[in-house]
């Protein structure tokens, strides 16, 4: 099993930023699938960014050149940095693991945009 912890969501005005963080704890995988999904009320899940064993990269559409997704190997976190923040961000944001071909999902946290 992996647990994850996700930190620093809020409530931010538009054109702001914040940094959401996301340890991963347990049955770590060397070897695993990290990153971001997002729902906004009466939407489905989807993608915001992942970032893959090897490096890659990969974003929606809608965040790119403003969301920048990292991770800390040692510390088994990712982090997504994401500025110029608009109103149609505004999610509950969850981390995603996958190691194994096994998915794990965060309990996520809310990112409010508003002025």
């Known amino acids: 099993q992996v647990q994850l912890v996700e930190s620093g969501g809020g409530l931010v005005q538009p054109g702001g930023s914040l940094r959401l963080s996301c340890a991963a704890s347990?049955?770590?995988?060397?070897?695993?699938?990290m990153g971001w999904y997002r729902q906004a009320p009466g939407k489905d899940r989807e993608l915001v960014a992942a970032?893959?064993?090897?490096?890659?990269?990969n974003y929606a559409d809608s965040v790119k050149g403003r969301f920048t997704v990292s991770r800390d190997n040692a510390k088994n976190t990712v982090y997504l940095q994401m500025n110029n923040l608009k109103p149609e961000d505004t999610a509950v944001y969850y981390c995603?693991?996958?190691?194994?071909?096994?998915?794990?999902w965060g309990l996520g946290t809310q990112v409010t945009v508003s002025s």
């Open positions: 995603y693991y996958q190691g194994g071909g096994v998915p794990y």
């Open positions: 970032n893959s064993p090897g490096g890659g990269l």
């Open positions: 347990g049955s770590i995988f060397r070897f695993a699938i």
